[in-house]
């Protein structure tokens, strides 16, 4: 039998600039998917050693290190070894920086996948609307983005979903609004991304408000 996911906890902590979301994990193997998130990220590493996987480098972090993974960037936390590693990620409104001019062919697919209603990605037809083939769209997006055309989707699903949760929408509700088939496909997307459930996201703001 397979084990359940390690969960993270999860808090919204109140500041001068308005609620932080906190994410903290004990010092276990931490594996997550490549995935994104709307505000910089902030991470303090407590224990043990990790890799960090960006678009176009890595990065090795260690216990007192901090490093900031600069909003919309998609990036992954693996372990190096058995020992694990311990953290706590802060998230807070992107830093003032000169925006990076997106490529059209990257911003018109996003522009496709943020109208679709449901999580059918459909390659071939992203492909045709850009007149390119499969194989150049599916290549050129992973290098511009650092993750595949479907996890992207995936990715901008679970966003839809954490902004309805927030204000406190029904789980059952924000996957089937956010385009996932029930509410156990948004638990299990949520837990592999975020290492925690909808229900304690929801939680945590529903503290805060």
């Known amino acids: 039998m397979r084990a359940p996911a390690a969960r993270t906890s999860f808090a919204v902590v109140p500041s001068a600039a308005g609620p932080v979301e906190t994410i903290a994990g004990a010092c276990r193997c931490w594996r997550f ?32 290190d901090t490093v900031v993974v600069p909003a919309g960037t998609v990036h992954r936390f693996e372990p190096i070894d058995g020992s ?13 920086r000169g925006t990076p001019t997106e490529r059209p062919l990257g911003a018109r697919v996003k522009a496709m996948l943020l109208e679709r209603a449901t999580l059918h990605t459909d390659v071939e037809t992203l492909a045709r609307a ?9 290549r050129t997006f992973r290098r511009e983005t650092g993750t595949g055309l479907h996890n992207f989707h995936v990715l901008l699903a679970l966003h ?13 509700e924000a996957a089937l609004d956010a385009g996932f088939y029930d509410q156990a496909h948004l638990n299990r997307e949520f837990v592999r991304t975020f290492g ?12 805060a408000a």
């Open 160 to 172: 839809r979903a954490k902004a309805l949760l927030r204000d406190q929408a029904g789980i059952a």
């Open 33 to 64: 998917r490549p995935h994104f998130h709307a505000g910089d990220e902030v991470v303090d590493i407590h224990a043990g050693r990790a890799r960090l996987r960006l678009p176009q480098s890595l990065l090795e972090v260690a216990a007192g």
């Open 130 to 138: 850009c007149a390119v083939s499969v194989g150049h769209l599916a």
């Open 196 to 207: 925690m459930t909808p229900a304690a996201f929801r939680a945590g703001w529903s503290v």
């Open 84 to 96: 694990g590693w311990a953290f706590t990620s802060r998230f807070v409104p992107p830093a003032m």
